[in-house]
């Protein structure tokens, strides 16, 4: 069970869009502190896949992109393989992540817009690691 208060008398469209935030930002902390334990309990990168297409199957979560220390997200529910830089020039947008490795933040958060694989509008929002460096 979860429970959100919402104490705007009529929330703004910022107010909305701050809302929504903070909670994708907690769904990337648990997924963050999920892979964590997981791999620490010896499950594997196809189990704990097939636990994050489970989770996007059944909620609102439309990606999961967790990567190792290089930028490459080999834990996602997407089957696609990508691998963000550090370089803003070949990643734009994905490239803003990499602060979440280098651990100059914890989090970072997109505004919603097209994203750089296709036309997409997609909300980005990522945490660093629990356990080592890496982009949730």
Same mark, same amino acid.
């Given at each position: @069970?979860?429970?959100? @208060?919402?104490?705007?008398? *009529? #929330?703004?469209?910022?107010?909305?869009?701050? =809302?929504?935030?903070? %909670?994708?930002?907690?769904?990337?902390?648990? !997924?963050?502190?999920?892979?964590?334990?997981?791999?620490?309990?010896?499950?594997?990168?196809?189990?704990? +896949?097939?636990?994050?297409?489970?989770?996007?199957?059944?909620? &609102?979560?439309?990606?999961?992109?967790? *990567?190792?220390?290089?930028? %490459?997200?080999? @834990?996602? +529910?997407?089957? =696609?393989?990508?691998?963000?830089?550090?370089? #803003?020039?070949?990643? #734009? $947008? &994905?490239?803003?992540?990499?602060? @979440?490795?280098?651990?100059?933040?914890?989090?970072?958060? $997109?505004?919603?817009?097209?994203?750089?694989?296709?036309?997409?509008?997609?909300?980005?929002?990522?945490? !660093?690691?629990?356990?080592? #460096?890496?982009?949730?």
């Amino acid at each position: @069970l979860m429970a959100c @208060l919402c104490a705007f008398s *009529t #929330p703004s469209r910022a107010d909305c869009d701050e =809302v929504i935030s903070r %909670h994708m930002v907690g769904q990337a902390m648990l !997924a963050a502190h999920f892979v964590a334990s997981a791999e620490r309990g010896g499950m594997t990168a196809d189990q704990i +896949n097939a636990v994050l297409k489970d989770i996007a199957s059944s909620s &609102a979560i439309e990606e999961f992109w967790i *990567t190792d220390g290089t930028g %490459h997200a080999y @834990l996602t +529910n997407t089957g =696609v393989d990508f691998t963000f830089s550090r370089d #803003p020039a070949k990643q #734009p $947008q &994905a490239s803003a992540f990499w602060a @979440l490795i280098d651990g100059s933040k914890k989090i970072v958060i $997109q505004e919603a817009r097209k994203r750089e694989i296709d036309d997409k509008i997609f909300k980005y929002v990522g945490v !660093a690691g629990v356990d080592k #460096p890496r982009i949730v």
